[in-house]
């Protein structure tokens, strides 16, 4: 198996050492990791080469001119097959994989799954989280997974399985299942929800895919400070929340 795990990042120069750390810091280091720098502003890229040229991990750097974590993803996935990637993963560059991430990824493909969702928790390194907050956020999430499954955009004859949430921070796929689906949408975050648009493409070629309790992610908040409870779930609930600020960083 030759593993790949691509970061989509764009303007992250204060946080994705922590998320490249993160990975270092992997009980299974046996894989390769890339980032696509998308467009960044900041000195993202910089930091990126800054941390690979003191690291024992293998770093990639590749670039994206076209904004959009649909556009990001696909090209590194595809940068990854290229190389000779047989698997590939993908978190974000606000995330923390937990240090188990990628064996419980590798041991999910060892029981025969092609594609394989996890588990995003809250991260509690940026924000003071209060008690209903640590307790409320995977419960929402619980909630728009429920929701997700009786969307009628989620519904179809052609689906050869039901629909099962996975976050594009947690996520990781066959590079033949990748190939077959047609992979993320090559779209911006406030246009597609891309992680969701991969799911349904890949339920229409196989159904061999599931979410796992133990690939676990620890994801930013930031978004739902800026956003609100009510605003964060009407963003996710097709965009019918839009805010001024897509990207809160």
Known sequence: ??????????NEVKGIEATLRALEEQDDRDFTLLVVDNASTDGTAE??????????????????????????????????????????????????PR??????????????????????????????????????????????????????????????????????????????????SGGFPRTAIEEVHEDRALVNRVRKVTAAYASRRDVVVYGSVRRLRAYGLAGTLAWYADHHYRPEVVDVR
Request: hydrophobic share 45%; with cysteine.
């Open 99 to 180: 240090r188990d991430w990628v064996r419980a990824i590798r041991r999910a493909f060892g029981d025969g799954l092609e594609m394989v969702g996890g588990k995003l928790r809250p991260r509690n390194d940026e924000f003071r989280l209060k008690l209903w907050e640590r307790r409320l956020i995977p419960f929402v999430v619980e909630v728009a997974a429920a929701f997700g499954r009786l969307r009628p955009g989620n519904r179809d004859d052609a689906y050869l399985g039901p629909y099962v949430m996975m976050p594009g921070a947690t996520v990781a796929l066959t590079a033949s299942l990748y190939e077959r």
């Open 47 to 96: 930091a990126v080469r800054a941390y690979a040229a003191a690291s024992s991990l293998t770093v990639h750097l590749v670039q994206e001119e076209h904004k959009g974590t649909g556009a990001a993803s696909d090209t590194g996935m595809r940068h990854a097959i290229a190389q000779g990637a047989t698997h590939l993963a993908r978190t974000d560059a606000d995330c923390l």
């Open 1 to 10: 198996m030759d593993l790949w795990v691509i970061v989509p990042a764009y």
